[in-house]
């Protein structure tokens, strides 16, 4: 009878068309998109209906974790082994970095189904993990903040980070998940940034972002201009798990990390208010894959409440500079000292 009713679930009975049938409709469950190796979840599924008020069952599917359907629910509102359930799917992530589709659908008899995805990325942050191409080694000078690596470089007499800051004392993860932290970097308002570095590392001004560019060949950058053809001499080839996060573009050229910064584009977030918790529940992410900003420590003279900014584009060779509002633009964040 199982498999009676999961072959129903999957095939609708293909010797009927389905448009014919009443549908069932509504389904949802919640997911987070990202999680950390061995995460455990319960999904529960929500919202499916019968349309005559009827019994609806529930299996799942996870790619590729779950080699097949586990049917959770029946149309009784039983498990197979015959115990009350609502649906829910008790389930741990693999270690195995990557994108895994979760993958719910609601079946009864004579209806066509409902079905609801979600795909979710196991990430874990640290040298070589989701983030590899890098062309950091283990034996690169670093500093180690709260549990974290930060490789550096020296360049025009300053050391800088080679990673985007992932502290999350203040700033938010990508996509409001605190394991993208150490992944992407986090996003911070410009006056989160001011403080945001270490003991003993600062928020780099437009000087300092001018001098690094000429020091690794540059030529005319006038301050607060775009300084030209230097993005291929910033961006470095990294992969996310095991997907290239830059496209060759021939206005761009060959990437090179001739800077040695290892810049890829993690876009930017509109942040949103703040909390009194000091969270960003509405904070809107963009340009992921597309754009690199790095807040600068100069505010824009003559203009109350924003400040200057650095940005890439995946597909422009040159170094770009923006206004953002210090309260509600957050940017990426790359502390630099007094090279020792």
Not at 41 to 50: A, C, R, S
Not at 250 to 272: I, M
Not at 283 to 299: I, R, V
Request: negative net charge; aromatic residues 12%; glycine residues 10%.
């Amino acid at each position: 009878m199982i498999a009676a009713l999961l072959l129903t679930a999957v095939s609708c009975k293909e010797d009927k068309d389905t448009a014919d049938l009443p549908s069932l409709s509504g389904l949802v469950f919640s997911c987070p998109s990202f999680v950390a190796p061995g995460t455990e979840v319960t999904l529960t599924p929500k919202g499916f209906e019968h349309p005559e008020g009827k019994g609806v069952g529930i299996y799942w599917k996870v790619t590729p974790s779950m080699a097949k359907a586990d049917t959770t629910m029946l149309e009784n509102g039983l498990t197979p082994e015959g115990k009350e359930t609502d649906g829910s799917l008790e389930f741990q992530f693999s270690d195995t970095l990557g994108k895994y589709q979760v993958m719910c659908y609601a079946f009864a008899e004579g209806h066509s189904g409902d079905a609801y995805q979600k795909t979710v990325m196991v990430v874990e942050g640290g040298l070589d993990k989701s983030i590899t191409m890098t062309d950091i080694k283990e034996t690169d000078p670093k500093v180690t903040v709260d549990g974290v690596d930060y490789y550096y470089q020296e360049i025009a007499g300053l050391d800088w980070f080679r990673r985007n800051l992932a502290s999350e004392a203040s700033g938010v993860g990508y996509q409001g998940y605190d394991v993208t932290s150490d992944v992407f970097g986090r996003y911070y308002s410009y006056e989160e940034a001011l403080t945001a570095c270490p003991e003993g590392w600062r928020l780099p001004s437009e000087e300092d972002w001018l001098s690094m560019c000429a020091a690794i060949g540059a030529s005319g950058a006038d301050k607060y201009g775009t300084v030209k053809n230097v993005a291929s001499m910033l961006f470095v080839d990294a992969c996310f798990n095991d997907e290239p996060m830059l496209e060759y573009w021939p206005q761009v050229g060959e990437v090179t990390n001739r800077s040695g910064l290892c810049v890829f584009p993690v876009g930017y977030s509109n942040l949103g208010d703040r909390s009194s918790e000091g969270e960003y529940p509405y904070a809107a992410f963009g340009g992921m894959y597309e754009y690199a900003a790095f807040w600068t420590a100069d505010k824009v003279a003559g203009e109350e409440g924003m400040a200057y900014y650095r940005y890439l584009v995946s597909d422009q060779p040159d170094f770009f500079v923006g206004k953002g509002d210090v309260k509600s633009f957050g940017a990426s964040v790359r502390c630099v000292r007094d090279a020792e």
